[in-house]
């Protein structure tokens, strides 16, 4: 979602992006939610400089964003430099690559987590 198209109160539209999440969302979310990779704390649907980040681990500045075939465009382009201007590193991965190799997903995402954060 774009800067301008993005709602002066992001949290309803987020609240419905909850509510509405793919099953690969709805997966990962298992993973992340409660601390529960390595006590990371990420939230769901968070708010980012005009975007609304799929997850969002806040202070390791990392967004992890699943997307499905709609996906891979200019747009992604754009939030991507979006989010990176606002400090966070930006991982993508697709819905089917959750679906069918999660543990592996969440592994990287693990990883990037461990590594020291960029200077």
């Not at 993973?31 to 939230?43: E, I, S, V």
């Not at 592994?107 to 020291?116: S, V």
Request: aromatic residues 6%.
């Amino acid at each position: 979602m774009s800067k301008s198209s993005l709602p002066s109160d992001p949290v309803p539209l987020a609240r419905r992006l909850r509510r509405d999440g793919t099953a690969a969302e709805r997966r990962l979310w298992r993973y992340l939610r409660n601390r529960g990779l390595d006590g990371h704390k990420f939230r769901r649907q968070h708010p980012i400089g005009g975007f609304v980040a799929d997850f969002a681990c806040v202070e390791a500045k990392l967004v992890v964003e699943v997307d499905g075939g709609q996906h891979g465009g200019t747009e992604d382009a754009r939030r991507t430099a979006a989010l990176r201007r606002h400090g966070f590193t930006v991982l993508r991965f697709w819905n089917n690559d959750v679906l069918a190799n999660t543990e592996g997903v969440v592994e990287t995402i693990r990883a990037h987590l461990a590594a020291p954060p960029p200077p």
